[in-house]
């Protein structure tokens, strides 16, 4: 296309009423997550209105150096210009703290893309095969921070705004100077559903802008491995492509398939004009000559290219004082970075599959140290093996505790290690024996999460600084404690996981009954979150869903204060029934999960787990001469017999939580056919287990359900 200068003015209005989204990638799980950029740089100037004219003097004093740069030939040949690269992943220990393997995999697409070498350059339709542009710009992470000190060019910080990135995450991990790194911060969700955004370097090119330079991107779309995929892989392409001043081949908008986008600019010449593509039609010819459908700044879901005019456009860029672009490649700068080294020796680090097992289980453990290691020597306290040499380990557990784990590195000259005190909590795997029951009484009043409290419960995936406590500012359930959650201060889209230590099943029939009560209230109508309870049966290696509240659970009214239930209407009795028989093991575990979405504190309760035992009698098949009624029950309880073997029978009842409260006397009821009454009025509400048993050992169960 020709150049056509336009006003920041007109370029804003096109991207501020068209919301489609650049380069609208679908994730592999099908979702469509738009790229912002448009957007973005509409929101952070409706926010400073003030940078608006010194943002449009950038663009068109970048736009008059750019017009300059292609006149002068200045591209010329082909000349390596290295960008150092900082990654910043803020995460809460989910899939969004990416490896550090997926982030290598990122630089080497890029890499490959910005050099031609990208395997899938050899598919360009033959019409483009002769623009198709070697940019000559390469990426490798900093190995230098900007202290000087040795680094792997990756931040890692916990933090729940990961669920809800944007510019927020600047201020949680602050970008390095962008005049000697590109910044780029992964998180797990963006706010919009975006893919990732980033800001022209006129956009951000004075002081204002400094700390807002950079590419924000969702985890999924980093690289081509790990949590992304292949068809994901180029978004930071794009975004790159953006971050160094391109347009898409339609112009300065966000909304592809317009027809009057024919008549809009990107600044370069050899892309034809076109209305842009969301599908990839390489037949498409719409504005009158083959479109470049292939463009990496096309939404076509194909991309393999850039051309040669986009080539010195970028160049261009790189070349200006815009942004500082030009300070990033210079060799100064390479070798404050250590960019152009192989790096030294400087740290001994690893990651964990888990921290948390249970007697006999697992860990996977693996080397993430740097640089140039070329020995390791790990130390497994309380582990088999209890040494090794190899770069990802697995060690088993079998004795309860909490285990130290060594790490000793050498690049063959120099050697640094890293010891993690008590790195690993080993619980038991036989479990406690019913009857269960927490109230959350022993605890006292505790927080944040005292050490005895964390010996009972196991944090899933969240953030322990901002998650479950023991609180006595609840009332209404039994006792003055109860468990919470401060769901008012996580950003929406987190999930808090609470696991109980492991319970022993394996004396129980399959009638268990898990019952417990909880507390809830939306901060506001349009809050939509979720509590799912689930149960394992493998001590936690793996998850069965048993019961699931979404939309309209609350207990209460919502309301925008703190809330914390104050009386017994605002507790629902919750009784899960649907544990299978494949459950009845000796470390069985049970979790809550609850996603956030905005809404108001969520209280747990008054758990039991009752059961009848099994018994070495010999169970009675009387299951239609036995008649228990009414039910529920509210205040008196009938059992009756029909036609059964002429032997005597006694009655136990026992409660919620696995107590005998009622018993005959034995041999009290005689058989043939016969009834009695038993007055529960004082019982509490929930599910009992009454068990007949007579004279010739043999016992029969059937539940019985107390209401209030």
């Known amino acids: 296309m020709k150049f056509l200068h336009l006003p920041l003015s007109a370029l804003l209005f096109m991207s501020v009423f068209n919301s489609f989204g650049q ?31 010194f943002v449009e003097e950038a663009n068109n004093e970048l736009e008059r150096f750019t017009r300059d740069f ?127 955004y ?24 980093v690289g081509s491995i790990g949590t992304a995929s292949p068809t994901t892989s180029r978004t930071m392409t794009h975004e790159v492509g953006h971050w160094i001043n391109l347009r898409h081949p339609w112009g300065g908008s966000n909304t592809p398939g317009l ?47 850039f051309t040669n005019g986009q080539r010195t456009r970028m160049l261009a860029a790189l ?50 140290s740097y640089h140039n290691v070329t020995t390791r020597s790990w130390t497994f306290a309380g582990g088999t093996p209890s040494t090794a040499t190899g770069e990802q380990v697995v060690v088993y557990y079998n004795e ?28 038991p795997s036989e479990g406690v024996a019913l009857p269960y029951s927490q109230d959350f009484e022993s605890y006292g009043s505790q927080a944040p999460n005292p050490a005895d409290f964390e010996m009972d419960w196991q944090y899933g995936n969240t953030i322990t600084s901002s998650s479950w406590e023991v609180t006595t500012f609840a009332s209404g359930a039994s006792g003055t404690h109860t468990l919470r959650l401060p769901n008012r201060n996580l950003a929406a889209g987190s999930v808090s996981e609470i696991i109980s230590k492991p319970i022993d099943l394996s004396n129980t029939t399959t009638d268990v009954v898990i019952s417990f009560k909880y507390a809830y209230a939306r901060r506001n109508p349009s809050n939509n979150e979720r509590m799912r309870f689930w149960v394992s049966s493998d001590c936690g290696e793996t998850w069965s869903l048993r019961g699931i509240w979404s939309n309209n659970f609350e207990t209460a009214p919502f309301t925008n204060v703190n809330w914390f239930p104050s009386s017994p209407g605002h507790w629902e009795q919750v009784e899960i029934t649907n544990i299978l028989e494949n459950h009845l093991v000796e470390n069985f575990r049970f979790k809550f999960s609850f996603e956030s979405d905005g809404g108001n504190n969520f209280f747990v309760d008054d758990i039991n787990i009752s059961g009848p035992l099994v018994s070495s009698v010999e169970d009675m098949d009387i299951s239609q001469q036995i ?13 009756a017999l029909y036609g059964v073997d002429p032997y005597m029978y006694h009655v136990e009842l026992y409660n ?25 009025r004082s019982y509490a509400a929930g599910i009992y287990h009454m068990v007949l048993l007579n004279d010739k050992g043999q016992r029969a169960v059937k539940r019985v359900v107390v209401a209030r």
């Open 23 to 53: 380069n609208s990638h679908h994730h592999h799980d099908g979702a469509v997550h738009p790229c912002h950029t448009d957007e973005r740089t509409e929101k952070l100037l409706e926010e400073n209105p003030e940078w608006i004219p």
């Open 70 to 196: 292609e006149e002068s030939g200045a591209a010329g040949e082909r000349s390596v210009k290295i960008i150092p690269v900082v990654f910043h992943v803020i995460h809460a220990n989910g899939p969004e703290n990416i490896s550090t393997e997926q982030i290598e995999d990122c630089i080497r697409v890029m890499t490959d893309d910005f050099t031609r070498q990208n395997s899938d350059i050899s598919l360009v339709v033959p019409a483009f095969q002769d623009i198709t542009a070697d940019v000559g710009v390469e990426f490798r992470l900093a190995k230098l921070d900007p202290n000087g000190n040795c680094t792997n060019g990756i931040v890692r910080v916990e933090n729940q705004a990961t669920f809800d990135g944007g510019e927020n995450l600047k201020s949680i991990s602050p970008a390095w100077p962008r005049a000697k790194y590109m910044n780029v911060w992964v998180c797990n969700n963006i706010s919009g559903n975006a893919a990732g």
């Open 198 to 221: 980033t800001y022209t370097p006129g956009t951000v090119a004075g002081p204002w802008g400094a700390a807002a330079d950079g590419i924000v991107v969702q985890h999924s779309y």
């Open 259 to 305: 027809a009057s986008n024919c008549d809009i600019d990107d600044g370069v010449a050899d892309t034809p004009n076109t209305i842009g593509w969301t599908s990839c039609n390489l037949n498409g010819s719409s504005c009158g000559s083959l479109d470049n459908v292939q463009n990496f700044m096309e939404y076509s879901y194909c991309s393999r290219m």
């Open 319 to 368: 070349n200006s004082n815009t942004a500082s672009r030009s300070n990033l490649w210079s060799a100064n700068n390479l070798a404050e970075t250590g960019v152009l080294t192989d790096g030294v020796l400087c740290n001994a680090q690893f990651s964990a599959s888990k921290q948390e097992v249970c007697a006999g289980d697992s860990v996977v453990y693996t080397d993430m």
């Open 400 to 427: 309860p505790g909490n285990y130290n784990v060594t790490l000793q590195v050498s690049d063959g000259s120099n050697s640094v290690s890293s010891t993690e005190v008590g790195f690993v909590h080993v619980r």
């Open 627 to 639: 008649t228990v009624f009414p039910v529920p029950t509210t205040d008196l309880l009938n059992i």
């Open 656 to 680: 919620p939580v696995g107590q005998l409260v009622y018993a005959t006397g034995q041999n009290a009821f005689p058989g043939g056919s016969d009834q009695i009454t038993v007055d529960t």
